[in-house]
């Protein structure tokens, strides 16, 4: 591209065809040639990142320059990571609604039942089954029972349900060793 003529013709056809977005190239002279953006933004006005330098350097060292709009490949980037952030939140928030109950149901609740129980047994060890509130926590697992989607085998089947069993027996044990 040291030959003007040549140079000229070449760049009107590339901006013609393949890089519209060539807007300064400077050739292996120093001359710099500028085109106007094309929806008639002074190049001034770019922000860096829409800027793309690329220059090339051959083996005898002569260095060319383009400059090019990148203004909207970067919309366009910018556009395509708001669709994946908003595809990936709703993603997200589905997951969550669809492991939150059965984890409520399946872990939290139970824990949250057996804490009661030992609560009840650290009050009142030996007489803890004849309490109102012992009653009404052996009527919630009924009802607990039949707001979820599970049946009452497999949630006799969970850990939390064996474990609560076993609270159960070493209250009973510890009437049998008291006495009552």
Do not use: C
Not at 149 to 161: A, N
Request: proline share 4%; hydrophobic share 40%; glycine share 8%.
């Amino acid at each position: 591209t040291q030959y003007a003529a040549y140079r000229n013709i070449s760049l009107d056809a590339a901006r013609k065809s393949a890089v519209p977005e060539l807007f300064s190239y400077e050739d292996t002279n120093g001359f710099i040639t500028t085109y106007p953006l094309a929806d008639g933004m002074n190049p001034g006005d770019l922000r860096p990142r829409e800027i793309l330098n690329i220059s090339i350097t051959d083996v005898e060292n002569a260095t060319t320059v383009g400059l090019f709009d990148m203004r909207q490949t970067k919309k366009d980037g910018t556009l395509v990571e708001l669709i994946d952030t908003i595809f990936i939140l709703i993603i997200w928030f589905f997951g969550v609604t669809a492991f939150a109950g059965p984890v409520m149901t399946l872990v939290v609740t139970p824990i949250e039942r057996m804490i009661r129980l030992l609560s009840m047994l650290v009050k009142d060890p030996l007489g803890y089954q004849g309490t109102s509130r012992y009653n009404k926590f052996v009527l919630e697992e009924d009802h607990y029972t039949k707001n979820t989607r599970w049946t009452k085998d497999v949630l006799k089947g969970m850990e939390t349900s064996f474990l609560m069993s076993t609270i159960l027996r070493i209250g009973s044990l510890m009437k049998v060793g008291f006495g009552a």
